[in-house]
């Protein structure tokens, strides 16, 4: 089964930037859209930001609006998840997965999940 692999995550003072990735073999969901989600502990898995397949268009959580960017590299196979000004609230571990369209906001939608990528963002 093709998953995706996540990488990009570390430890990072408030306020501070990272910038994940996440990388499909070959043209494995190439023609996806795209999505991160994220889950801290104890809590569920929720859903962050998703890129149409042609990266036009783009799809935000009210909590990350206006602070991460998401975008991707078709020749690459690759999306990108640019967090700024991050807050101790986004601390979690981040999940990309597939979908057929990047309006879908809900976990059940999505396949493909790799094994995620840990953020710390410490006050």
């Known amino acids: 089964q093709v998953q995706l692999v996540e990488s990009g995550g570390g430890l990072v003072q408030v306020g501070g930037s990272l910038k994940l990735s996440c990388a499909a073999s070959?043209?494995?969901?190439?023609?996806?859209?795209r999505a991160w989600f994220r889950q801290a502990p104890g809590k569920e898995r929720e859903f962050v930001a998703a890129?149409?397949?042609?990266?036009?268009?783009?799809n935000y959580a009210n909590s990350v609006k206006g602070r991460f960017s998401i975008s991707r590299d078709n020749a690459k196979n690759t999306v990108y998840l640019q967090m700024n000004s991050l807050k101790p609230e986004d601390t979690a571990v981040y999940y990309c997965?597939?979908?057929?369209?990047?309006?879908?906001?809900?976990?059940?939608?999505?396949?493909?999940w790799g094994q995620g990528t840990q953020v710390t963002v410490s006050s």
């Open positions: 890129v149409s397949w042609s990266g036009t268009n783009a």
């Open positions: 997965a597939a979908s057929t369209s990047f309006s879908y906001e809900q976990v059940r939608n999505y396949n493909g």
């Open positions: 070959g043209r494995a969901f190439s023609n996806y859209a």
